[in-house]
Every structure is written in structure tokens, then in C-alpha cells.
């Protein structure tokens, strides 16, 4: 699976982006996708994911409420719907594959349970 995330930018505090990460490669309906992100200086943590057929979703708390993660299985893609950013969101964001059968919730807590990341895409969202 190859992975290749988009739609990243320069924004106020505020405003909307919409990311989206385009797969090919196996099967886009076999799998989960998640959207994770890395500030400067600190560790990769996760955003959200959404189960193979887009039914399921989980997302981290701070984000929970201004974040949407959806899903085109016509169309390969997935994407990450944000809203109100804030400054604290500043990072670059990435998408992977989940290829495990237990639940999202529990495969947030495990960056290692995600495979075949994408090359992250750059959101900077200025006060």
C-alpha cells in the first residue's frame, strides 16, 4: 500500500482544512485508516481513525468535536476534516493503514499498529 497525503497549509487560528490521503495498492476496502501528527520536538500521536468501510471512527480528545475523519472506498481516498484549528494543532500530519481486526480505540495507543505511512503533509496554523 502507498499512501500519499495532501491539503496541508498556512492558516489562522480558526479557520478549516481538509487533508486528504490518497492509497493505492491493495485493496482501499480491506483495511482502517488513521490520521496521526508530529509537532517539532515532540512524538508522533494520534488523531483519528475510521474502521474499512468508513461505519467506525475514533478520534483523540483534543480534537474530538473539531475533526472529521471520512472515507471514499470508490475513490481510495480518506480524508481529515478540520475545523475551528487552533495553534496547538501546528504539525505534520500523516496518514497510515490499519490492518488489525481489534477495535480503533485500542489501536490508538499503538502508532505501531499503523503500516505504510504516507509522507505527512505540512499544517501550520498561525494566533
Known amino acids: 500500500v502507498q499512501l500519499q497525503a495532501s491539503g496541508g497549509g498556512l492558516v489562522q487560528a480558526g479557520a478549516s482544512l481538509r487533508l486528504s490521503c490518497a492509497a493505492s495498492?491493495?485493496?482501499?476496502?480491506?483495511?482502517?485508516m488513521g490520521w496521526f501528527r508530529q509537532a517539532p520536538g515532540k512524538a508522533r500521536e494520534f488523531v483519528a481513525a475510521?474502521?474499512?468501510?468508513?461505519?467506525?471512527?475514533y478520534y483523540s480528545d483534543p480534537v474530538k468535536g473539531r475533526f472529521t475523519i471520512s472515507r471514499d472506498n470508490a475513490e481510495n481516498m480518506v480524508y481529515l476534516q478540520m475545523n475551528s484549528l487552533k495553534p496547538e494543532d501546528t504539525a505534520v500530519y500523516y496518514c497510515?493503514?490499519?490492518?488489525?481486526?481489534?477495535?480503533?480505540?485500542?489501536?490508538?495507543?499503538?502508532?505501531?499498529?499503523?503500516?505504510?505511512w504516507g509522507q505527512g503533509t505540512q499544517v501550520t496554523v498561525s494566533s
Open positions: 475510521i474502521n474499512y468501510s468508513g461505519v467506525s471512527t
Open positions: 497510515a493503514a490499519y490492518y488489525g481486526l481489534g477495535s480503533l480505540e485500542v489501536a490508538s495507543t499503538r502508532t505501531t499498529a499503523f503500516g505504510s
Open positions: 495498492g491493495r485493496a482501499f476496502s480491506t483495511y482502517g
